[in-house]
């Protein structure tokens, strides 16, 4: 770009009506430079017609080095003087954060939401279409103010009746919303198709989202493919993403192949879905041209901007070496990442390879806030491997009051072993303070609802723990324990027989001894 120098202004001694047609002639010449410097003497005396022109040359870069400050200056210049479109733009650049404060470009890159809805107001009322367009979409979406869909919807036919594509979009858009009749969606399908021939590629992403879901029409999926690479041809990545997800179910995994490099476009504009659906294209097993390797970088690349789901895709490949090196240690930390945004699937899978032992090598305080952090989450099974992990010292030492606390919260999320455990602890006073009465009900309980090892345990709390030891109560649950084939059953005979509080119709001590894990001090794991 060659500027031209300001000498070719209009003289000093020109006024400034005549600056303001110079610009104009020299524009209509193809000469943007000289334009602008013609519009720069107008437009610092005041003329909105320059300030306007010449924000406009700040904004598209023609003739200036392009500059958003330097546009919402002038912008603000042109709106002072109630110029309608320049109030327009200017609430733009309010809404976007474009708009300086001031006119030497401090305080940009603030939003301004309120002042750009009364700013949009001005230029509607003053019959502008754009600032008509605008007020319709500020308080459809309740943008600087309550929402007000009757009002909107005025704005917007008064745009549209003018031919402003944006209020034919937006129209489009609500008319369509799902609270609205049959009819006005009929309406809203027609506005998005007129929309969409005018070239606005979001109008065209809107009409497909109506033509796939049926939505003020009949459902066709092909009419739906046509408006979605319609604006993905035009950069939509929303579009894009959905024009690949709806090949790859209507046509098969190998559909989407054709638009890749669209995804990949959008994705590098940082698009996350894209991202996503970028990965999960590359990675199908069933195509022949899957990339594992650059499917598991894309998934790398969502899970790091905090996509959940791509947080566990990741952790998945991790676990199966899939694209990367098996590493569980690695799936365990990006399980937890999701699981600590308050994804529950991913907690779960946490648990689940915590449980086989991946993960450990993690430091100690690491892996402990992974369970609790399951745990917390209403993750039952998570609640009871912390526990274990405490009793065992599986993370340096042994800590039975932690595991106690960590047992209460899976029992009380409806985990059995973990009731029984527990009452273990406090039938015997490790950990917490020794109550056969509270170790009863928690027992009583977990054999009501069918936990198996209950049954060895009571029978071990009556013969054992109790006040007055109940060798015929101990006998009785010893039967129920051995007919439902808990092998724990035989350890407790053996430690009853040992302590002469055996009772005579039991068969105490036959049978041969199974897992010592479900004992009083050495709970069940």
């Known amino acids: 770009m060659s500027l031209v120098p300001f000498r070719r202004a209009a003289a000093p001694g020109a006024s400034i009506e005549e600056a303001w047609r110079a610009g104009l002639a020299a524009e209509r010449a193809g000469r943007p430079a000289e334009a602008a410097a013609h519009w720069l003497r107008a437009a610092r005396a005041g003329h909105p017609g320059a300030a306007s022109a010449l924000a406009r040359l700040y904004e598209d870069g023609r003739g200036v080095a392009a500059s958003p400050d330097q546009a919402a200056r002038w912008w603000r210049v042109a709106a002072e003087a109630g110029e309608p479109e320049a109030l327009a733009r200017l609430a733009t650049f309010q809404l976007v954060g474009l708009a300086s404060g001031d006119p030497t470009g401090l305080g940009a890159g603030r939003s301004d939401p309120e002042r750009a809805r009364s700013l949009a107001r001005r230029s509607a009322e003053a019959g502008h279409p754009a600032g008509q367009a605008l007020l319709g979409y500020l308080l459809a979406a309740g943008i600087g103010g309550p929402s007000d869909a009757i009002e909107a919807e005025r704005w917007y ?71 979605y690479e319609r604006a993905a041809r035009k950069g939509h990545g929303l579009a894009t993403v959905r024009l690949a997800r709806l090949l790859r179910r209507a046509r098969g995994p190998s559909a989407a192949l054709p638009v890749l490099d669209l995804l990949r476009a959008a994705a590098r504009a940082g698009l996350v879905e894209a991202m996503v659906e970028l990965a999960e294209a590359l990675g199908a097993e069933e195509v022949p041209e899957a990339d594992p390797e650059e499917a598991a970088r894309w998934w790398r690349a969502a899970a790091e901007r905090g996509h959940r789901g791509a947080q566990r895709a990741l952790a998945e490949r991790y676990l199966a ?12 930390h990006w399980l937890a990442r999701a699981a600590g945004a308050g994804d529950g699937e991913a907690a779960r899978e946490l648990v689940r390879v915590l449980e086989g032992g991946a993960g450990f090598e993690h430091e100690p305080d690491v892996v402990r806030a992974w369970f609790e952090l399951a745990a917390e989450l209403g993750d039952a099974t998570a609640a009871f491997l912390s526990g274990v ?30 009731a029984v455990n527990l009452a273990r602890l406090t039938m015997a006073g490790a950990g917490v303070e020794r109550d056969p009465e509270s170790a009863e009900r928690l027992l009583l309980g977990a054999a009501a609802r069918g936990e198996p090892h209950a049954p060895a345990a009571l029978a071990e709390l009556y013969g054992l723990f109790w006040p007055e030891p109940d060798p015929d109560r101990a006998a009785a649950w010893l039967d129920r324990a051995r007919a439902s084939g808990d092998r724990v059953a035989e350890v407790v005979a053996g430690r009853l027989a040992r302590a002469g509080r055996a009772a005579a119709r039991s068969t105490i001590g036959a049978g041969t001894p199974g897992r010592t894990e479900a004992v009083a001090g050495n709970p069940a794991c």
């Open 157 to 227: 036919r008064a745009a549209a009746a003018a031919g402003e594509p944006a209020a034919w979009l937006g129209l489009g858009v609500l008319l369509l919303d799902p609270s609205r009749p049959a009819e006005a969606a009929a309406e809203g399908r027609l506005w998005l198709t007129r929309a969409a021939e005018a070239g606005t590629p979001t109008a065209a992403y809107a009409l497909g989202l109506a033509h796939e879901h049926g939505r003020g029409g009949p459902v066709s999926i092909e009419a739906a493919l046509a408006c």
């Open 389 to 418: 992990v405490h009793a065992t010292g599986r993370l340096g030492s042994v800590d039975l009051a932690a595991a106690a606390r960590s047992w209460r919260r899976a029992a009380e999320l409806g985990h059995g072993l973990a």
């Open 321 to 332: 070496g899939r694209g990367v090196p098996a590493d569980p240690g690695l799936a365990a």
